[in-house]
């Protein structure tokens, strides 16, 4: 008997999820646990594994829709058992009628879906394709629990264009992230219904995509009837995509027809020629500065490129000695995204919430340094994960945090809640925005747990595989503004949150040194700046400079081994 796979929660607030994509296709194998499809809700993109071992027999619901919890998404067969159709997962929505394509769009949008037709003879070459038959409706997705609205900004497919399953069909801006939007399904654009630089409500109807199926009927229509048509019976051709629906009077072999031809080489392209995957942002850049990004190698998952990747490739020797022209200035006024329209407001909302004030501390790091030298290799060894600088600055907030508990406090209406754990958020800059991951109970970890917690956080989020939980509860932020070589920087604080801590740069500098006797002497040493900002309605200057100078002693004076 099959086992029905159903869409998880991912979270307690989560009753929805996008399949951004199948890793199986209908008649492959499954092993138990094995990734079978990847899914996106509004906090974390992940790989969902198969409940149990046989063979993937049908899947339901196609590549780019959004289904509830809990809604049967494909079923696995027991070995032996026949899949229902052995066709790419790319192209199972144009496998399948396409009134059950349209009705699943439909259930996701939370629109009327099209009544299922009764069994019936194929039809004629003749026979028109009834009005809307074929034809998926594309909606405006909820990119998060508290999106209720998107902007388009930009179409990427104009009506008519073909489109392949899963390619990008368009741009959309929220308050919280600029994300392509993928097409359900292959077909043709049919009609957009809301244009560029427009605002819709989800679950809008922004246009319309003709599958395959329906495309191909269309042709076939169109096409005069043949005297002495081949019977209908004639088995297709086991790799044709083509439904039922279209399955009309084939012409004589000698002459080749688009209904056939025409699935069967858009399956061609989608194999031979993949498209960059990229965000706006790096394409953005990549047009000021004049770069193909055709020539950049992308590290991200599936092949993406990143800012990092773009800006490597722009340092590099053979970029930077080429011909390449500096991008020219241009007087323009563009309208902020959305995304950054919400940022600039919830910046202004923190800075109006909190009494934000900054103190900055100058640390003597060599003795971190040496360490991290000497102890690196043996670190990775024992443990499986880089030693960086991270740790070290973590595990001395926290024992600064345990002995100055207001800085891991939040203010709570006309009372301070002094939190019982230390909740380590480290923000962890993405090529599409930032995200600050939680290591919880962060004062209860070890110094390699600690390590690898964060280690782990940081490529987890680089790679969409957070879960909903890790992302939240937050008590106190790190954050690596010296990455890009700045000495300091002065944060805005996290809300709630009432304390935050920005690292500066690491840099080799001179410094006057005293010894017991009062003699000075100047040497070089590593040095780096850090700038707390605090909350100054609960949180005065004095406790600021006892936590930074708590937080400098345990770095200056590190004494505890490397385990």
Sequence with gaps: MPTDVVMPQMGESIFEGTITRWLKQPGDAVRADEPLFEISTDKVDVEI?????????????????????????????????????????????????????????????????????????????????????????????????????????RWLKQPGDAVRADEPLFEISTDKVDVEIPAPAAGVLAEILVPQGATAQIHTVVATLRTAAAATATVAASQPRQEHPAPVSRPAPAASAAPAVSAAPAPPPVASKPAISKPAVARVETSAAQRLRSSPLVRRMARERGVDLQSVRGTGSAGRITRDDLLAYLASPSTSSGQEAAPELVEQRVPMSRMRAMIAERMVASRRTSAHAHTVFRIDMTRIVRLREREKAAFEARHGVRLTYMPFVAAAAIAALRRFPVLNAAVDGDAIQYHGSVNLGIAVALDWGLIVPVVHQADRMSFAELARAIADLAERARSKKLKPEEVAGGTFTLTNSGLFGEEFGTPILNQPESAILAIGGLKKAPVVLTDAEGNDTIAIRSVQHYCLGIDHRIIDGADAGRFMTEFKRHLEEWSAPVL
């Design 49 to 153: 594994p198969a409940p149990t071992a046989g063979v993937l027999a049908e899947i339901l619901v196609p590549q780019g829709a959004t289904v509830q919890i809990h809604t049967v998404v494909a079923r696995i067969a027991n070995a032996g058992e026949p899949a229902v159709a052995a066709v790419p997962a790319a192209t199972a929505a144009a496998a399948k009628p396409a009134v059950d394509a349209a009705a699943t769009a439909a259930h996701a949008a939370g629109i009327p879906a099209p009544a299922a037709p009764a069994p019936a003879a194929p039809a004629p070459a003749s026979r028109p394709v009834a009005a809307g038959a074929g034809e998926i409706p594309i909606v405006m997705p909820q990119m998060g629990e508290s999106i209720f609205e998107g902007t388009i900004t």
